[in-house]
């Protein structure tokens, strides 16, 4: 099974700060990797797909890297709106799996 | 509106068996392959399985974990995705989301169904 790492699991950050997360998958994936933004009691909800390319209506201060085993979300001007959970989640080969998550707080 | 909306949890005896259903709506959800993705309490997702389309002869796939217990089934007719769960740990409390899968991504999730295995 191909085990995703996120980093950090938690982060604590203020309005207008550029916060990175990293997803680090055990072998090879491509480019088959995608992220979610899943807030309290509430389904997640696509954000980035391919590792790079925007859902439909997500907004442009997300962005989304790398290609193989590292792979990068990045927020470039956190919003009140982005505190939340993020996760990502491999499709290259089954079980598809999920990273562990990180933990947006506000600080 | 692309929309999933799951129906069928609830609390269950450890050994007992539910049955999730999952309606779809404002897609052609006959072309689409479908998933469930569950959530344990204050943890993160966990993949439970996939049903391909009729054009991938409705194949399936499961995470080892329910392998043997869980069956993903679908009706094209009734826009419905469904979970049969048999056999139930107490470790399969969760909420059950289905979500539309696809080789990139999985979009749109709906709102979820808590199922609790407890004596």
């Known amino acids: 099974d191909i085990q995703l790492t996120q980093s950090p699991s938690f982060l604590s950050a203020s309005v207008g700060d550029r916060v990175t997360i990293t997803c680090r998958a055990s072998?090879?994936?491509?480019?088959?990797l995608a992220w979610y933004q899943q807030k309290p009691g509430k389904a997640p909800k696509l954000l980035i797909y391919?590792?790079?390319t925007f859902q439909s209506g997500v907004p442009s201060r997300f962005s989304g890297s790398g290609s193989g085993t590292e792979f990068t979300l990045t927020i470039s001007s956190l919003q009140p709106e982005d505190f939340a959970t993020y996760y990502c989640q491999q499709l290259n080969s089954y079980p598809l799996t999920f990273g562990g998550g990180t933990k947006v707080e506000i600080k | 509106e692309v929309q999933l909306v799951e129906s069928g949890g609830g609390l269950v005896q450890p050994g007992g068996s539910l049955r999730l259903s999952c309606a779809a709506s404002g897609f052609s959800f006959s072309d689409h392959y479908m998933d469930w993705v569950r959530q344990a309490p204050g943890k993160g997702l966990e993949w439970v399985g996939r049903?391909?389309?009729?054009?991938?002869?409705?194949?399936?796939e499961y995470a080892a974990s329910v392998k043997g217990r869980f069956t993903i089934s679908r009706d094209d007719s009734k826009n419905s995705l469904y979970l049969q769960m048999n056999s139930l740990k107490t470790e399969d409390t969760a909420v059950y989301y289905c979500?539309?899968?696809?080789?990139?991504?999985?979009?749109?999730w709906g709102q979820g169904t808590l199922v609790t295995v407890s004596s």
């Open positions: 391919a590792a790079s």
């Open positions: 979500a539309r899968g696809s080789g990139l991504w999985f979009d749109p």
């Open positions: 049903i391909r389309n009729k054009v991938n002869s409705y194949t399936t």
């Open positions: 072998q090879d994936i491509s480019s088959f």
